[in-house]
């Protein structure tokens, strides 16, 4: 059981609001800390990487290209997002490709465990826009998904209802404050962390009442996983790309790739109209590995590259356990 008492000689300060930094002021405030979480953004979040992300929880499909730490915290971390926020849905997620990517199909199913394969009619049982459009799948029925604008929110919500404090348009810097000090401040942590760097992620939002989808379906493609996510209300989130560059923006040639990927998908995603172009930058260290740096009272959480939504519970967790009883997970603590 949680305790939820104030400990008011251990305040914690955590800088960004983002999703790695409100799952940590989550579980600290959770766990009766004096909690303040500093943004240096409004409540609309448009500056954090978190606000442009696709939000799948999707252990099993990285793992065809990520390391197992990410699967290990992913797993941890599915049965945290269940318990803090129920109605997050956990519907799977699908994997098709078109006829001519067939051996990365295959390579897929070979590559990603707990799938299940479905023929045709499987698929169109499981999602019925999807009748007749591929001739098999794979499904992943442990996989869920959030809508980061308004999963984030939500989690502030609760932060507040733990009795932490949130503070937005506070632009701070660790050496200010006070007690132990969190730093989530994502690709802006590059001034004390000359080691990260933005790996590009664009990404389109749609709007059409021709498709229904009740969970996300990745398209097997030669250079990125691209998907189609449904949001609520008829929108569609198409994502994303990896780029190494730092800057801002949707080329022609992504927009291309993207809205192709939908298209391939479903062709009435043709019809849709476009209410977004968007990017952010994933922060990333050199292993694209996420790590919790130590140094005295200070924390630094960073580096979830493409995996924040998915690894950031297990994360705070982590930094929880150390904080409260000293316990170090080699696998991604460096202490200082
Ligand atoms: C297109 C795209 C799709 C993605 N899809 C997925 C997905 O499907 N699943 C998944 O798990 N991950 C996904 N990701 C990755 C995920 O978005 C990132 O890993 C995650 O958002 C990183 O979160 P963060 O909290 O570390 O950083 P951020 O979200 O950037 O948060 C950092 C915050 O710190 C604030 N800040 C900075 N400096 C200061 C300061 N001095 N004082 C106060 N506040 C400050 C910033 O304003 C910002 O709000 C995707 C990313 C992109 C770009």
């Not at 800088?15 to 989550?26: E, N, R, S, V, Y």
């Not at 080329?251 to 809205?259: F, G, N, P, Y």
Request: aromatic residues 6%; glycine residues 8%.
């Amino acid at each position: 059981m949680l305790q939820t008492t104030k400990r008011p000689d251990s305040p914690v300060s955590i800088i960004g609001a983002g999703i790695a930094g409100a799952w940590q002021a989550l579980l600290f405030a959770q766990a009766g800390h004096a909690v303040t979480l500093h943004e240096r953004g409004d409540e609309a979040m448009t500056d954090a990487t978190s606000h442009w992300a696709g939000g799948m929880l999707a252990p099993y499909c990285e793992a065809e290209i990520a390391e197992p730490i990410i699967s290990r915290l992913g797993l941890r971390s599915l049965d945290l997002w269940r318990r803090e926020l129920p109605d997050t849905p956990f519907n799977g997620s699908l994997v098709v490709a078109h006829p001519r990517e067939r051996n990365d199909f295959e390579r897929f199913a070979r590559m990603t465990e707990h799938h299940r394969r479905l023929d045709a009619a499987g698929l169109a049982a499981l999602e019925p826009s999807l009748e007749g459009r591929f001739r098999d799948a794979l499904f992943f029925p442990a996989e869920g998904h959030v809508e980061p604008r308004r999963v984030l929110p939500k989690l502030h919500e609760r932060i507040k209802a733990a009795g932490g404090t949130i503070k937005f348009g506070s632009d701070v810097s660790a050496s200010e404050l006070d007690g132990i000090v969190i730093d989530c401040r994502g690709i802006a942590a590059r001034d004390e962390e000359p080691e990260l760097r933005g790996v590009k992620g664009e990404m389109i939002l749609i709007e059409t009442d021709e498709v229904q989808l009740a969970r996300p379906v990745r398209l097997i493609h030669p250079r990125w996983p691209l998907y189609v996510i449904p949001r609520e209300n008829g929108l569609f989130m198409l994502g994303a790309t990896s780029i190494e560059a730092e800057d801002t923006g949707v080329s022609v040639r992504s927009a291309l790739e993207l809205l192709g990927a939908a298209y391939t998908v479903h062709p009435a995603f043709g019809e849709a109209r476009i209410l977004e172009f968007g990017s952010g930058l994933r922060p990333a260290f050199p292993d694209n590995l996420p790590r919790i740096g130590i140094r005295d009272r200070r924390i630094s959480v960073n580096g979830l590259y493409r995996h924040g939504f998915l690894i950031a519970p297990a994360l705070a967790e982590l930094t929880l356990a150390f904080v409260e009883r000293g316990q170090i997970d080699n696998e991604v603590m460096q202490c200082a």
